[in-house]
């Protein structure tokens, strides 16, 4: 065969037996998850996630983004909805979890945009913790100490340590929340700039969305601060749907991690696929291995789609090449 | 002298004219289009005698609204809709990055008019693929599908023109959602098929009833896994019946995750055997079937697997 085979795929994704470490269970049904982890741990990057066997009786598996991966540990957090992970909130340090992993593409930074803005909500916020402390030991060219900023959201109580923050917000900050509410720890401690949003009205929370939150930041800065800034957002569609909308008023790149039903999470059964705008047309694009994390600007929201044909047409250019 | 737990050799078979390495299927729309599983490290393409590529139809498809997979009890319903990027790209830009010395690989079609059919078949007969599955069995499109393969006159009418069309093994993939398979396998024999596939999902449904709404954006779809295992078993040894006088071979399927499974379905009368939902279980679930067929065999002292092919034995003797 003449065209030239590309193999780079191949043996990207590993099975990996994982011992939990510790099953912790946190308010609102929410439980963090330590996995001992050799394979997984050193290949993950922010973004990418694993696809779990929560119990060996279910036939399916449960795809789960990574907080961290670090010295052969993994975490994940997850909030118990249903069958699945009701059996996995009974899982005891000791026993193993079949994993596969990592999958997809993550987050990187923008070029030409040294300051990255990322946005959590609820089981969304794993994966922009892990991107933020990414970011702190490999800071993109352009970038200073202080050149993070992480927004994040939950109606129910955070799934992790809190305090009054010491570390400021970069810009030109006037709304109270900003200049001294609350921060989360972990993050606070490294120097990495955190704030708090809640309609649950929790101390040092912002009273309403994460991307009102934002909005009040992004107000505060002059257009040359604003040309520098990326944002990088991860939580439920509402809140994705708010980030790109706020993106477009500004003007400024969104990087967007969704998340889909699925069922292989290898590209093989087009469970989780999306709409994706390129060019004049749609493509459909698989959340798995395609993404997780696409251009915002770019992502057919299904609110959209209610509002136009949304039946398959045949002169769509779909191009769905990519293996 | 120890039998090397790797040597395959038993389970090499001829399907069709084809030599499959093992017995084992992968079925269309699991896979893609035959490289995705190979990111999965320890996964091979020749752990499998052949693969089904994702069903393809003539023109480009954006397939159905999400959510379009959900578990159920021991199984999972699926509505894709038959998401593809059409015959023609699926011939000049997917097909020539397949390694063809890895296993078998087969195109699965499906058309929404008789003439669809005829078009696609025409296009894969001048294509270097191993062979042809047809899909008269789609539960999750509107027109064709499984609209054709639950009237038997329409499955024999397909059959008729695809063969006009092509050479290659003509495999027809049979649903289970008719009132009488073995009477519709008959026609399709008949018609000019080679090989037959049974069987293709169950149709179902699952509703949240907090919102009283379909969980499937398509409102139905189609039930695989061990779920549908014994109903897709009888349906496997009723179509036998009919075929062993024509010497038309099987790919017996639904919900197959074990070698016991496997072997279930070849006793009953498949000469292979189909690997589908196992796999978004365990991934390298073919290493596994293969080395207890292997092992069953070697216990057996049969020396070759398709020796076991339909040798189900009446109850009371």
Redesign the interface.
Known sequence: MSAKIDRQHRDSIAVEDCEIIANEAWPGNQWRLRLRSSTIAARALPGSFVHLRCDPELPMRRPMSLMRAEAGVIEMLYKEVGHGTRLLAGKKPGENLNLIGPIGRGFTPVPERPFNLLIGGGVGIPPIFFFAHHLQRNPPPGSDADSILVLLGSELPFPFATRPAQTPVPGAVQDPTLIDGAAMRDLDEKAIASRLASRSGFEGCHFGHVGDLARLWLDGLDRTWRDRVAIHACGPLAMLEACVALAHQYDLPCRISLEESMACAVGGCAGCTVRIRKGTGVTMQRVCVDGPVFDGRCVVFQSELRNEDASPTNSSPLVDKTL | MTPDPHDRRSLRTDFCGLAFDTPLVLLS?????G????????FSNRDAGAICL?GTTL?????N???????TP???L?S??L????AR?VID??L??L??SETRFIANLSGSTVEEYADLARCFDDSPIDAIEINISCPNVRAGGVAFGNDPEMSQRVVEVCRKETSKPLIIKLSPNQTDIASNARGCIEAGADALAVVNTFMGMAIDVESRKPLLGAGQGGLS??AIKPMALLKVHQVYRVAKPHGIPIIGQGGIVSAEDALEFMIAGASAVGIG?A??????VCVRINEGLVDYLKRHRIDGIDRIVGTLESKDR
């Open positions: 729309g699991c896979v893609g289009f490289e995705e599983y190979t990111r999965i490290e320890g994702k023109h480009p498809r954006l397939g609204d999400p959510p379009r997979v959900r578990e021991s199984g999972m699926n894709i809709g998401q593809n990027p059409g790209a830009e997917i020539p990055r390694d063809f896994g061990p939902t796999l978004f279980y365990d991934p390298l």
